[in-house]
């Protein structure tokens, strides 16, 4: 009787130390509280793919959910105009210019640096998917601090295992003409970079000043 309350005490100890491990850590939001940022200034994303429609993919699908979280988006054509009438035409480019100069210009508080990781079809042997990978970073221009970082993942990958390999091959040769064609990587770059602007979770963006909810995110309520 004494060993089975030893190994139900032991066991009992495990399981708590399991839960401890498995409880997420807290997004630090420190510079984020501090910041609060009114307007964002969204930059033409750099992209390490070969395809050329990933950046201005991303960045069209980057606009709407920032302004749904409440905050004030620059126009993106006035952005990049303003940059194409300064000589400045290639994501790298823009993202080099100095956080001081962008405030000058702007007046923006923050700037939001986008890479493109992955983007397009991916054609496996029986299946043909679209993937689209992007990572962010939310920094202060008045002060360069850096007061976000997150990243988002996409595809639209199915389940088409019916045991006819002829026909889940013919079936992905298609699919993947019909995406090259149709840019299915647009929709699934909303999807993925939706996933990065997301909000109400542990290390999602905190709401804007313009959204009803603002300081009140429920990620900022989790126990430390």
């Avoid at 606009?63 to 749904?68: D, K, Q, R, T, Y």
């Avoid at 100069?101 to 640096?113: C, N, P, S, T």
């Avoid at 202060?140 to 026909?167: C, F, I, M």
Wanted: with cysteine.
């Amino acid at each position: 009787m004494r060993n089975i309350s030893l190994y139900l005490a032991m066991a009992c100890a495990f399981l708590l130390s399991a839960c401890s491990a498995m409880k997420p850590t807290p997004y630090d939001y420190t510079n984020y509280l501090e910041s609060k940022p009114q307007s964002i200034l969204v930059l033409l994303p750099t992209d390490t793919t070969n395809d050329v429609k990933g950046s201005p993919a991303v960045l069209a699908q980057a606009i709407s959910p920032l302004a749904e979280n409440g905050y004030y988006v620059f126009p993106p054509a006035l952005v990049y105009q303003t940059f194409k009438n300064n000589g400045l035409t290639q994501a790298q480019e823009i993202h080099n210019v100095n956080p001081q100069k962008l405030r000058e210009i702007f007046g923006a508080d923050a700037v939001l640096y986008i890479n493109v990781d992955d983007y397009g079809v991916n054609y496996q042997v029986f299946d043909s998917v679209t993937r689209v990978k992007v990572s962010g970073k939310l920094v202060d221009l008045r002060n360069g601090k850096t007061l976000w970082e997150g990243k988002g993942y996409a595809d639209d990958a199915e389940s088409n295992n019916n045991g006819n390999a002829l026909a889940m091959l013919v079936t992905a040769v298609v699919k993947q003409i019909a995406n090259n064609v149709s840019d299915k990587g647009y929709k699934v770059a909303g999807w993925a970079t939706g996933n990065m602007l997301g909000r109400s979770c542990n290390g999602c963006l905190l709401y804007g000043p313009r959204h009803p909810s603002y300081g009140q995110d429920p990620q900022l309520k989790m126990p430390k």
